[in-house]
Structures are given as structure tokens and as C-alpha cells.
């Protein structure tokens, strides 16, 4: 078959997959296999070959990330059921004042808590940074809604252990220690610069209260400041996607207070940040040709995941007790279900793309530059998302498109990692669940929502795949 042919069927299946999602409203899994099938079967594979492709795909992503998203998943589940999110918010507030809260707000968000479903995540920390808002200026509602947009999907896609970052790495073959690193090196800046873009703009004219906010005030019994109160449900409009598995219900039906035993807050996250260490520090000691038995085997991310989940479920069973402890737990499985599948499927679309013979056709026409794959696989991680409203799938299918390219060119593959994540932060709108969940938790007008969702965290794409590049001459 043509090359000519191979390219413009491959467009037809990814756009067709599209297609079914956001116009004829099928689920993405299903739309997804639907997708890879059309490919294998157009590009000459025949019948077995593409199931083999799918499956193939299927399986060997599971392999890679499987573990490692339900390991991720139990764990930040069981830290919310311990309210340690409402602590550490508080902790920040009083360490770094209101002033730079958006700062240190967003950055925790997409560094230290990522291993939190994000809408359990949101519903925990948007009533609080609203709270907040007065606190830090008139532009407090836009700063604190910009800075949880921004820090919530950032961390999904650009670093470990985020869904997004985790699947990433397990598509294209990254360490998963290297892609802590490099993530956290790249999510930093990123972050700090977009908020601080983003809280110019608005100082300078941009957020008109009276439009973008959603009418009504009360008053926070802890703090004696006003903030803005929806005082009714804003109207979504049908094509909202809804929030998924029912997360965010589950999160909202938990008493507000419930009895819990006093431990610090470094201890309930302890676990966690440990096993982050040891996988960081496997991937230096690796880089530095350092080798021991015992440090592989205890920084293999799967080993020192479990060890953090195993900790985090002492900690919270001694905190809590051990039947919150499991309705945690079966929380967790639920939510993991949907993440895992949809995972394994963007698995089996990038390799029957793979196996089309895709990344031969690429390959001739980006050898000269590093440059050029990186802006094409940003470009079309953020076409799909504008298109499918889901950040994980986009990022997983243009790292699928451009992955076969990167050993013909030389390109380590953690970049294309990290241009597909960037790329598929562009342009959150309303097909996604955080735009209509911030709309309403931080009492935002639609056209409020726009700016400091839309806006905010494309600002936030941009920064990163600008940052990603000169990444490209030194790696």
C-alpha cells in the first residue's frame, strides 16, 4: 500500500474515532477498538493481524503502566478518606500566606497529589481555594480558579504519577524514574509561569467580576471573609460531559466531619513522597551506572509504589480505622476500572498505528530536526483535545502517531512524552469535566470559566512546549 494511502487512512480512523465521541456520543473505549479496527483492516492487515495488533497493544501497555495507575489510584484514595488534602491545604495557607497561595496552591496540586482522581481531587480542594479567594485580592476568585485548573491537568500529563504521565511513559518505553525527573524539571516552571501570566492579565483589566462571577455572597464561618456563593446550580448544557464513575458523588456523600485521630501531615504522606524518592533515585544512580541488587529491585516503580500503597494503608487504618480503610479501597477500584480500560484501548489504536507502518512514512520527513516532531506531536495532541475534551486520550494517540519516529532521528522518546502531554492541555473547554466542575465549585460564570480554565491552562500548553524545546538540544 502507498504511503499516500497509509497516512490518509490513518487520519480517517483517528478522526472517525472522534467522530463517534463527541458527535454520535459513543463511548470513547468502544469508539477507540472501532477506530484501530477500520485502521488494521484499511492498511492491508487482514482480520488477524489486526486483532493481534489490538490486543497486542492492549496487553503490552497494561503491562507497563497497569500496576502502577491502580497502585497510584488505592493510594491517593485512601489519603483523601484521611482528609489530608483539607490539612495540607491549610498547611500551605499558613506557611506561605495568602498572597503566593496560588503559587504554592497549583504547584502541590500538580506535583505532590497527582496520584488523587482528579475529580475526587477537585471536590476536596475547590471549596477551599474559594474560601480562600477573598483573602488574597479582588482578583482572588480568578487566581485560585487559574491556579487549580492549571495545577490539576498540568500534573495529569507532565508528571509521576499522574494517569496521563504514567501511561505516557509505559507507551513510548520511559523509565518511569526518568519521567519523574524530567516532568518535574519541566512542571515547575511551568506552572509558576503560566500562574503568573495568567494573574497579569487579570490584574490588568481582564476579569470583570460582575460577569464572570456567579451573583451572591456569604460569608466562611472560619475566616469572616466573603466570597462569591452560586446561588443556584448554573445550567449545563446537554453535550457537558458528565464527571466520570461517579467520582465526584462519591466525594460529596462523605460526612464532613467524621472522627479521626490526630498523626502529622508529613507522616500520612510520607509513604507516598518515598516512594517517589526511590524511583527518582533509582533513575540517577541508573543514569550514573550505579548498580545494586537490592536499589534496583526496591526503585522499580511497581516495587516502590506498592511499598508507598502498603505504608499509606498503615498510616490511614491507624488514622481512620480499617472499615474506612476499605470503603476507600473499593473506591479506588472503581475508579481505577475506567482509567485502566481507557488506557489499555489508546494502547491499541498507537500500535495498529505502529504496525501500519505510520512511523516508517514519518520518519522520512523528520530527520533533519529534533524541532519539527515535537511541534507536530503538540499540534495534534492539541487538535484531538479540542475535539474529544479528554486530555489522557489525546496525549496517548499523538504519542502513538509520532513514537515510531523517535529511533530513526535520535529523539529521546521522553520528549515526545512531554510535547504530547503539553500539547494535550490546550484548550480545556466544555467538553471536559473540570471546565463545568470549576464553573460551579468556584462559582464562575460561564464566560468566568473560559478564561480562567480555557485560557489558563492553554496558557500553561504553550509555556511547556516552549520550555520542552531547547530540552531537545541537550538530551
Not at 504519577?161 to 524539571?185: E, Q, S, W, Y
Not at 496558557?459 to 530540552?471: D, G
Request: include cysteine.
Amino acid at each position: 500500500m502507498s504511503d499516500t494511502a497509509i497516512i490518509i487512512n490513518t487520519a480517517v480512523a483517528v478522526l472517525a474515532a472522534v467522530l463517534l465521541i463527541v458527535r454520535f456520543r459513543l463511548n470513547p473505549v468502544i469508539s477507540l477498538i472501532i477506530g484501530a479496527a477500520y485502521l488494521g483492516l484499511s492498511t492491508g492487515m487482514g482480520a488477524e493481524g489486526t486483532v493481534k495488533a489490538i490486543t497486542t497493544g492492549f496487553g503490552e501497555i497494561m503491562a507497563e503502566v497497569g500496576l502502577l495507575i491502580a497502585f497510584g489510584v488505592l493510594t491517593g484514595s485512601m489519603l483523601q478518606e484521611a482528609g489530608a488534602i483539607q490539612r495540607l491545604v491549610s498547611t500551605l495557607l499558613k506557611t506561605f500566606g495568602p498572597k503566593r497561595m496560588p503559587y504554592a496552591l497549583s504547584l502541590t496540586l500538580a506535583t505532590a497529589l497527582q496520584s488523587i482522581f482528579l475529580d475526587v481531587l477537585l471536590v476536596i480542594s475547590a471549596p477551599l481555594a474559594r474560601n480562600l479567594a477573598p483573602r488574597i485580592g479582588s482578583m482572588g476568585t480568578a487566581r485560585m480558579a487559574t491556579a487549580l485548573a492549571i495545577g490539576l491537568e498540568c500534573g495529569i500529563v507532565l508528571m509521576v504519577p499522574g494517569v496521563g504521565t504514567v501511561a505516557l511513559a509505559g507507551l513510548l518505553g520511559v523509565p518511569l524514574g526518568k519521567m519523574l525527573i524530567f516532568g518535574l524539571i519541566l512542571i515547575i516552571p511551568t506552572v509558576a509561569l503560566s500562574v503568573a501570566i495568567m494573574s497579569f492579565v487579570f490584574r490588568h483589566g481582564w476579569w470583570d467580576a460582575a460577569k464572570d462571577e456567579q451573583p451572591g455572597m456569604f460569608v466562611d464561618e472560619a475566616t469572616g471573609a466573603q466570597a462569591g456563593e452560586r446561588t443556584q446550580e448554573p445550567a449545563q448544557p446537554a453535550e457537558a460531559v458528565q464527571p466520570a464513575v461517579g467520582a465526584t458523588q462519591t466525594a460529596l456523600e462523605l460526612p464532613e466531619v467524621q472522627q479521626r485521630r490526630h498523626i502529622s501531615l508529613i507522616v500520612l504522606f510520607m509513604p507516598l513522597i518515598g516512594a517517589l524518592v526511590l524511583i527518582g533515585g533509582g533513575a540517577v544512580l541508573d543514569v550514573a551506572g550505579i548498580e545494586n541488587p537490592v536499589v534496583t529491585f526496591v526503585a522499580d516503580p511497581v516495587i516502590a509504589l506498592l511499598a508507598g500503597l502498603i505504608g499509606t494503608s498503615l498510616v490511614t487504618r491507624y488514622t481512620v480505622g480499617r472499615n474506612r480503610v476499605e470503603r476507600s479501597i473499593a473506591t479506588g477500584f472503581r475508579e481505577s476500572g475506567q482509567i485502566l480500560i481507557l488506557t489499555g484501548v489508546g494502547g491499541s489504536l498507537a500500535a495498529t498505528i505502529s504496525a501500519a507502518g505510520l512511523g516508517d512514512i514519518l520518519g522520512k520527513y523528520f530527520t533533519a530536526s529534533t524541532a519539527a516532531p515535537l511541534l507536530v506531536v503538540w499540534v495534534i495532541a492539541a487538535a484531538l483535545h479540542i475535539a474529544v475534551g479528554s486530555v489522557s486520550i489525546s496525549a496517548i494517540t499523538a504519542a502513538g502517531i509520532l513514537a515510531p519516529v523517535a529511533p530513526a532521528i535520535g529523539l529521546d522518546p521522553v520528549l515526545i512524552a512531554l510535547a504530547a502531554g503539553a500539547g494535550s492541555l490546550f484548550a480545556v473547554h466544555v467538553t471536559s469535566n473540570t471546565f463545568w466542575l470549576l464553573q460551579s465549585l468556584m462559582g464562575q460564570s460561564t464566560r468566568g470559566t473560559l478564561k480562567t480554565c480555557s485560557v489558563g491552562v492553554s496558557v500553561a500548553s504553550v509555556v511547556a512546549i516552549l520550555l520542552i524545546q531547547p530540552l531537545a538540544l541537550i538530551v
